[in-house]
């Protein structure tokens, strides 16, 4: 029985249009709000029971009561940084499901709050805290004033950003519920899967040549939609011509490669591919369902749980309307002459005329496979798009044949043709905006539809949008001209780092503006989403085509720098167009970079830095009549100045983003010293002790090294606390400083002070922000000795609450 209890408004099975931000209405904004909250509780109404909600359906993944309660959180989150809300619904709450789980590799340890001993809240409380913030978000609508257009810099733009948050969560919670074990969850009242067949099954997927061109891509700053930051910017590449499949590889296409042994063969797989599937030890895709007992990535206390059991095949789905009915083990519209191309021994057999041949009975197409979908495993619809993550896709196109590959970025848009128009024309060019878009999304269905269910484009290419998102070769990077936008400074970038695959397109389960055709998505390479591919070569004689690859290493706190791959085999036809990563604090992540850290922090030419600030921060707290209990220092480096406010302090906590700079400080906290192999730049005036080549730094004895935490971050989360003096002295190195300032008045006491230590910015550019909750106390020049000994001066700004 469906958990309507759940509910803080209507239950709703499908989603809606994006609004035009040129001419919406309050109640246009209101109905989207609604729509989308309605949209995603629905999901959770498919959970059998609360306890349900506090597995682990994914071993990298929370509990799903964090998925259902963290939008509201985000909401909140957004509107307070905007200046929309003023206070918060429930503090404890909006702390602990602000932040999910970011894992590095499909190894990680699971995170603490999976299970044991961690106590989420009761389902009752999450309802309640939903239902708070429904009834907040709905009044902030109707008493606040609206200006349009809505653009990046109108406080309107959190309100659309909090909605297209929460319909990437409708994607990201049916993703994760489908990985619930089946007697966990059930269908909710008027849920409909598509058909399994249109009653032509696809036997061949033909390669459809496109001529080459010059393509152009990425969203115009001025495109009247809501956009996530990665979207914007534009890229221009020359594309030689190439083909493409003319749909994306479906599930019978991908059992020949099952079949034939490609997960047993270690010749189709990149080496991390390769790791990925010994790790899992997969045997299949992972919503395919067999009888072997398959280990499944369930996390905590389900994590002995297999998805692949005999009695699965016993419950099986079965609707009259979906050709399901006949009970033998094949669709009931399945083709009578077999499937495609036959394979043999892992080799790619005769691809004539880009098509894929040698047929076999249906039966014999037909084993002991299932499909699970959201609610209910199912007799495999054959002709539904594949389901993989981007390892699967990469080791089938090489099992293919020696020159096949997936498409790239710049080709995915090129098959996309040309009917859609130029978007300086308006919302019209972008079909999430058409009334009938001839495409599966927004949960017109709630699973994925035959390949050949919606008619081709007018290149002759079906799913172009929607039904699953397609992986393609490129890297997950912003296109060039990317800019973080200040309210959701880490959407985005903290995945520019080579890790991260780029998929296209959208899905079934995508809704807004996820679907449209400027949306770019990055997840690791082992993740699943609704996602696809299909198959591409380049013609020969006709040129390479480019694919875009990150070359920036990129350190990982506790892990150092991984290895990265930026190559491609020749016989692909693509050429590798590396690219910085667009995130430039990971450029800061260099060994030069953390020897300049180490110099400035520990050096002693002519002045302790360290020493001089936290002296500097003590005295105006002392002067100012400040509590001398806690502290938070943004840009706390390798951890100098932190060590310094420790001797006055009883607690402190020392935040940064960079990895290498943290594992100094977290080093220097265990063990009092820091060895660096690597001698500070010579013409540096400021040179820690150095013997036989190596740098040692030391903290300073009488230093309670456990008053000190560390944490790396790239926003300021909820978790950090209201503390007596922040002290924020990183500006000139972030990325998005206005990111990091618009939450001061939150973490600061009221009888504290905000301290602000920049070369750069000043009282004016500060006080647009701060001056709203905060009286400036003093400004003053701060002269210091930068790492090379040089004198600079930045300006000192102090600061508290207004009460």
């Known amino acids: 029985m469906a958990m309507m209890k759940v509910l803080t408004g209507k239950y709703r099975t499908t989603g809606m249009a994006p609004l035009d931000l040129t001419s919406c209405s309050k109640s246009d904004i209101l109905e989207y709000f609604e729509a989308s909250y309605d949209l995603n509780e629905s999901l959770f109404t498919g959970l059998k029971d609360e306890d349900a909600f506090y597995k682990c359906p994914d071993r990298l993944r929370l509990p799903l009561i964090f998925y259902y309660a963290h939008t509201a959180t985000v909401y909140v989150n957004k509107l307070m940084l905007a200046g929309l809300m003023t206070e918060r619904v429930n503090l404890d709450f909006e702390t602990m499901f602000e932040t999910g789980v970011d894992e590095m590799s499909w190894d990680d340890t699971e995170n603490y709050r999976m299970g044991g001993s961690f106590q989420w809240p009761a389902v009752e409380e999450a309802v309640e805290f939903r239902r708070l913030v429904r009834n907040r978000i709905r009044q902030l609508i109707e008493d606040t004033p609206l200006q349009l257009p809505i653009t990046q810099d109108n406080p309107w733009w959190a309100v659309m950003m909090g909605v297209e948050h929460e319909k990437i969560h409708i994607e990201t919670s049916s993703v ?80 020949h490669f099952v079949k034939a042994g490609g997960y047993e063969n270690s010749s189709y797989w990149t080496k991390e591919g390769w790791n990925w599937r010994c790790f899992r030890q997969s045997r299949h895709p992972t919503f395919w369902v067999c009888t072997k007992g398959c280990k499944s990535g369930c996390g905590a206390v389900i994590s002995s749980h297999s998805h692949c059991l005999p009695e699965h095949f016993s419950t099986t789905y079965t609707d009259p309307s979906i050709g399901h009915s006949n009970g033998n083990g094949s669709p009931q519209n399945g083709a009578q002459n077999g499937t495609s191309n036959g394979h043999q021994n892992g080799t790619s057999n005769g691809h004539q005329n880009g098509t894929a041949n040698g047929h076999q009975k249906e039966d014999e197409c037909n084993p002991d496979f299932r499909l699970r979908v959201i609610f209910d495993v199912m007799e495999m619809p ?16 090489a099992w293919k044949g020696p020159e096949f590959r997936m498409l790239t970025e710049a080709e995915f848009n090129m098959i996309r043709g040309v009917v859609l128009g130029d978007p300086s024309k308006g919302v019209t060019s ?71 695959g780029l998929m296209l397109g959208g899905s079934w389960a995508s809704d807004g503006t996820y679907n449209s055709r400027f949306s770019r998505m990055g997840f690791r390479r082992h993740f699943y989403q609704h996602a ?31 290895e990265n791959d930026l190559t491609v085999p020749e016989t692909v036809g693509l050429e590798v167009v590396p690219m ?224």
């Open 580 to 803: 910085a990563s667009t995130n430039r604090q990971f450029h800061q992540e260099t060994e030069e970079a953390l020897a300049a850290m180490l110099a400035l922090q520990y050096g002693d030419g002519g002045q302790n830095y360290s020493k001089a600030l936290a002296d500097f921060c003590v005295e105006k707290a002392i002067h100012y009549g400040c509590p001398l209990q806690k502290v938070v220092q943004l840009g706390c480096g390798t951890g100098g100045v932190t060590y310094q406010l420790a001797k006055t302090y009883k607690e402190v906590i020392g935040v940064d983003y960079c990895g290498r700079c943290l594992d100094a400080a977290i080093t220097l906290q265990k063990t009092g010293e820091f060895h660096w192999p690597m001698p500070i730049p010579q013409n540096s005036a400021k040179k820690p002790c150095t013997e036989n080549g190596t740098v040692t730094v030391s903290i300073p004895a009488d230093v309670q090294r456990d008053r000190l935490t560390f944490k790396q971050m790239t926003w300021v989360p909820n978790e950090i606390p209201k503390s007596d003096l922040v002290l924020l002295d990183f500006l000139d190195r972030v990325t998005n400083p206005k990111a990091w300032w618009l939450r001061l008045w939150e973490i600061v006491t009221d009888n504290g002070i905000a301290v602000v230590i920049s070369q750069k910015i000043g009282k004016e550019e500060l006080s647009a922000d701060l001056s709203k909750k905060f009286n400036l106390l003093e400004e003053q020049e701060y002269p210091f000795q930068d790492s090379q000994g040089q004198s600079k001066v930045a300006m000192a700004t102090i600061w508290k609450l207004k009460l």
């Open 430 to 500: 972008d079909p999430v905006f058409h009334k009938d878009p001839q495409a599966n999304f927004r949960l017109t269905f709630g699973s994925s539809s035959p390949v050949d269910f919606y008619p081709p484009n007018d290149l002759g290419f079906h799913d172009v949008y929607g039904n699953v998102w397609e992986w393609v070769e490129d890297h997950f990077n912003g296109l060039p001209g990317y800019k973080q936008h200040h309210l959701y400074d880490d959407y985005a970038s903290p995945c520019f780092d080579s890790r991260h």
């Open 176 to 255: 994760l519920i489908r990985q619930m074990p089946i007697t966990m969850v059930t269908t909710p009242p008027k849920w409909k899967y598509a058909p399994a067949s249109t009653g032509t099954s696809i036997n061949k997927n033909p390669l459809q040549r496109v001529e080459g061109a010059e393509v152009t891509f990425g969203k115009p700053e001025d495109f009247p939609s809501y956009g996530w930051c990665v979207e914007y910017g534009q890229r221009t590449f020359n594309v030689p011509t190439f083909e493409a499949s003319k749909f994306n590889v479906t599930n019978r296409e991908f059992l």
């Open 532 to 562: 696809g591919f299909r198959v591409a070569r380049t013609l020969p004689g006709g040129g390479k085509s480019p694919v875009v690859m990150v070359n920036t290493e990129v350190y990982i706190l506790g892990a150092g720098v991984e």
């Open 382 to 397: 054959w002709d539904w798009p594949v389901v993989v993550n981007y390892h699967e896709a990469r080791a089938f196109c």
